[in-house]
Nanobody, 124 residues
Framework: QVQLVESGGGLVQAGGSLRLSCAASGFTFTRYAMGWFRQAPGKEREFMCGISKISSSTFYEDSVKGRFTISRDNAKNTVYLQTYSLKPEDTAVYYC?????????????????WGQGVQVTVSS
């Protein structure tokens, strides 16, 4: 069955970094663009960044541009999120998602598959 499994989250001090991974299985990974979202307590799930099927293009929301980097390894069916200079306001559950169709990166309803999420907590 289709699975997206995030890992690499945890507790980190402000200014630190984490590398999140999302391992995909059960579908043809190279046919899907991938995105990372996050959801803080009491807030809507928000889009952070996306990467096209063969890494030819990436897109970042302003809130993470310059601090986060999305990448993918199609040989390993894995997408990554490297985070730098983390802030307490980056505390959230982080989700990866896969989309088959072209459209609006930030549109949650355009994604076909979602992971279960991984907690990232940034202490001040």
């Amino acid at each position: 069955q289709v699975q997206l499994v995030e890992s690499g989250g945890g507790l980190v001090q402000a200014g630190g970094s984490l590398r999140l991974s999302c391992a995909a299985s059960g579908f043809t990974f190279t046919r899907y663009a991938m995105g990372w979202f996050r959801q803080a307590p009491g807030k809507e799930r928000e889009f952070m960044c996306g990467i096209s099927k063969i890494s030819s293009s990436t897109f970042y929301e302003d809130s993470v541009k310059g601090r986060f980097t999305i990448s993918r390894d199609n040989a390993k069916n894995t997408v990554y999120l490297q985070t730098y200079s983390l802030k307490p306001e980056d505390t959230a559950v982080y989700y990866c998602a896969a989309r088959l169709s072209y459209g609006t990166w930030s549109a949650k309803n355009e994604y076909d598959y979602w992971g279960q999420g991984v907690q990232v907590t940034v202490s001040s």
